[in-house]
């Protein structure tokens, strides 16, 4: 569904095996040798996630990118693996657009996660110009997801992002404002056995 010229919605994208493989895949990253960490950013507040950043290191003090992670531990962001990227693509082209995928902000949340509205806006200038979309995958439990415009103070819709949900924004829809307010417990399929949810969005710094 197309709820803004440029932003598309896609209700249960991932089946239930697709799910399951990739919620594997995200706990083994979140608990790897590069761990997943709670981010402290610019004016010294604590992100409402843990985050691991695949392919480039998104650091929250400079709000840019790099490859190791000089905000927090020095180490290296780990590489994007093949079928993210692959994923990415296909849904990026569900939704009529290109993305080549070289990084992956991978985050999760618990029952009290949350994300302030914001813009994606530290990929590189080029891309950013090009609209190349960013590509959201949700897994576990619901999120209230809130999609505004391009200017801050522009009105916001709730949307709820459930288990298996894509969400794909791109050309005129790049730097649209969007957050999350909040976690719906125990709505994750049980299959997962996922208290929580992950999310993880798919961008291309370089073009
Ligand atoms: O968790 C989500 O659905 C949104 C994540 C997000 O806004 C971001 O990573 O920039």
Redesign the pocket.
Known sequence: MEIAPGAHHFSGFLSLDRQVALVGDCRALVDGAVPAYVPVVRGGGKMH?RMLCLGRHWNGKTYQYEPTRTDFDGLPAPPLPAEFRALAREIAASAGMVLDADLC?L?Y?DAEGR?GV?Q?KDESERSLAAGVP?V?V?LGDT?R?LFGGARRRDPVQALR?ESGDA?VFGGPARLRY???SRIVPDTAPPALGLAG?F?L?FRQYDL
């Open positions: 996630v902000i985050n949340y994300m914001h994606d960013v959201s949700s999120a997801f992002l969400f969007h957050g999350v949810r999310n969005t």
